[in-house]
């Protein structure tokens, strides 16, 4: 009889042989398939110039300069080609790059503690992103291969620095579509003619895009001189070419909304640097809408641009599958985070996002007090957007995300773009005071810069928000380190039994007509095993201000969970 063991013995050596071929093929192909090459730079000089210090805050690189403004605020100048501003502003922000890598890593680490799910959502984003060089202008990877030249090894376990900063550009668009997170909550606005006090364009707008309160602490107000197209400035961060507010000298201004979108099958051109594209070659409202038409995008967004010589505003509504130009019928236009254009009228996507979500009431509340402060200046700009108010001016609970003041924002901008003017907001959010740039003076005036002077327009600065010396800001800050506690202990399963009923006393009087302040509550007691007084805290909720239909259903839930364990 013949003995088959020898053949059963090959077998069980030969089955996870072909296991571990086809493993090591297939991460093989995954590497070469996603591996991303930096563009070829021929002239690489401007690695080897060194950063000098010539005054107290002020850091000097040829002929670009990085220094911190008694506002708090850092500027940054830069001019030359792609690759050697981006090698300056790496040498001279180095430190600021690595500290936004750092609070923007850790609040990814924050929201995904799962350590085997953060290594599966790298190696996701990097397949999703595969191509995404390909949707990118050559100058643009040249400037962004450049600072990535004095981006930090500390985060090499995510990718190469050029491979990493080239990602971190698509990270507004794959957090809002993949996730639907809507950290871009924002809401922006133009008057002009009546309804501006001396009838030229006013631009507003709040970029309430919260990933930590470490990600805001170093905003850079950037002055780019490039060797093609026109100078501009934008608020931005370190490592960040891209543009979400911005303004060029041509007195262009450019700002970006989120918009409700499909999940992408790859990326595209990130809505950051088409907006970034827009600031440096566009000279009117038709310009702009040109070079959208000419980019694919993977999410949808609203771009609203504003034109000084035009003496107008208009919105660009622009998704992976059509493109409108909306024009407003009045002399004023806003922007929240739905569709406005018929193009879109019918899209279930908008359909839904205008029903359950926080854009339709912010639009509203903006219309009303455009009305109410008509005809606005700079102070009434400064105003609205720093209005914490629901519509016809309820309290709707400090923070709330149907307030245009949602007491998160990473900065707001004014700008006057007939004048080339530009106001700033300053920490924390938009309570700070607005400090103004006047682009003609940046350019040719402070361009040459050899030591520390202040460049802002010190007689036009707008004072801080009276609200900051309030005890109702006290209130909040308490909230929002009670509510990180409480959302702490939820998660972590620390809650007390019996619950501290003082700690969620103290708790609801710091915020007491915010919905949030409630649900959690109700979450508390209902992990507590108090149903009861769990569901007067979700009834609570419920009767006060929810922006988000998802949430509502929460709350219904949790009360009908609550009634079960009563049962």
């Excluded at 004048?419 to 003609?440: A, F, I, K």
Aim: with cysteine.
């Amino acid at each position: 009889m013949s003995d088959y063991r020898p053949f059963f013995r090959k077998k069980r050596y030969f089955i996870p042989a072909v296991l571990i071929v086809i493993s090591g093929i297939l991460i093989i192909w995954y590497a070469i398939a996603t591996s991303v090459s930096p563009p070829e730079v021929a002239d690489r000089s401007a690695l080897e110039w060194p950063v000098s210090q010539p005054d107290s805050g002020f850091y000097l690189c040829k002929n670009n300069w990085l220094k911190q403004s008694n506002s708090g605020l850092w500027e940054l100048y830069l001019q030359g080609d792609p690759f050697d501003r981006g090698v300056t502003n790496g040498k001279l922000c180095r430190e600021l790059i690595f500290k936004q890598e750092e609070a923007f890593v850790g609040q990814i680490k924050q929201l995904v503690p799962s350590t085997l799910y953060q290594r599966f959502l790298k190696y996701f984003i990097y397949w999703f992103n595969r191509d995404l060089d390909k949707y990118l202008m050559e100058e643009f990877k040249r400037e962004i291969y450049g600072i990535s030249f004095s981006a930090s090894d500390s985060f090499n376990f995510i990718g190469t620095p050029y491979q990493r900063l080239l990602n971190y550009h698509s990270a507004h668009d794959i957090g809002h579509a993949l996730q639907d997170l809507m950290m871009v909550g924002c809401t922006s606005f133009g008057v002009w003619d009546e309804f501006s006090r001396d009838s030229s364009l006013i631009i507003g707008r709040n970029f309430d895009f919260f990933v930590g309160d470490a990600f805001a602490e170093n905003k850079i107000v950037c002055f780019e001189k490039p060797d093609n197209g026109f100078g501009f400035m934008m608020v931005t961060w370190g490592g960040m070419i891209g543009a979400v507010s911005g303004m060029n000298e041509r007195g262009i201004t450019v700002t970006i909304n989120a918009a409700k979108s499909e999940i992408p099958l790859s990326a595209r051109t990130p809505i950051s640097i088409l907006a970034r594209e827009i600031l440096q070659y566009a000279t009117s409202i038709d310009d702009a809408y040109q070079i959208s038409c000419a980019r694919e995008t993977f999410v949808s967004e609203s771009i609203l641009i504003g034109s000084g010589d035009e003496n107008r505003a208009a919105i660009i509504e622009k998704a992976p599958f059509g493109i409108a130009l909306v024009y407003p019928s009045k002399h004023y236009i806003i922007c929240a985070n739905h569709f406005q254009d018929t193009t879109f009228s019918q899209d279930p996507l908008n359909r839904e996002n205008i029903r359950d979500n926080a854009s339709l009431y912010r639009f509203c509340r903006t219309t009303q007090e455009i009305t109410n402060l008509k005809p606005m200046d700079i102070q009434s700009a400064a105003r609205l957007l720093r209005d914490p108010q629901g519509i016809n001016g309820t309290d709707i609970g400090m923070g709330n995300e149907k307030a245009i003041n949602q007491l998160i924002a990473h900065h707001s901008v004014i700008f006057k773009p007939a004048e080339r003017l530009v106001w700033v907001s300053t920490n924390p959010w938009q309570l700070g005071p607005y400090v103004c740039y006047n682009l003609s003076e940046i350019f040719y005036t402070f361009a040459p810069l050899r030591q520390r002077v202040e460049i802002t327009e010190q007689a036009r600065t707008i004072p801080s928000d009276p609200f900051l010396g309030s005890e109702d800001y006290q209130r909040f800050l308490r909230f929002r380190e009670m509510r990180s506690n409480l959302i702490m202990k939820l998660h972590e399963n620390e809650v007390s039994l019996p619950p501290d009923s003082m700690f969620l006393e103290a708790f609801q009087a710091t915020n007491p007509l915010y919905y949030e302040v409630w649900s959690l509550s109700g979450d508390y007691l209902c992990k507590t095993l108090n149903p009861r007084e769990a569901i007067a805290c979700y009834r609570k909720a419920l009767s006060l201000e929810i922006p988000r239909w998802d949430e509502k259903e929460r709350i219904i839930r949790s009360i009908t969970q609550c009634n079960n364990q009563i049962k």
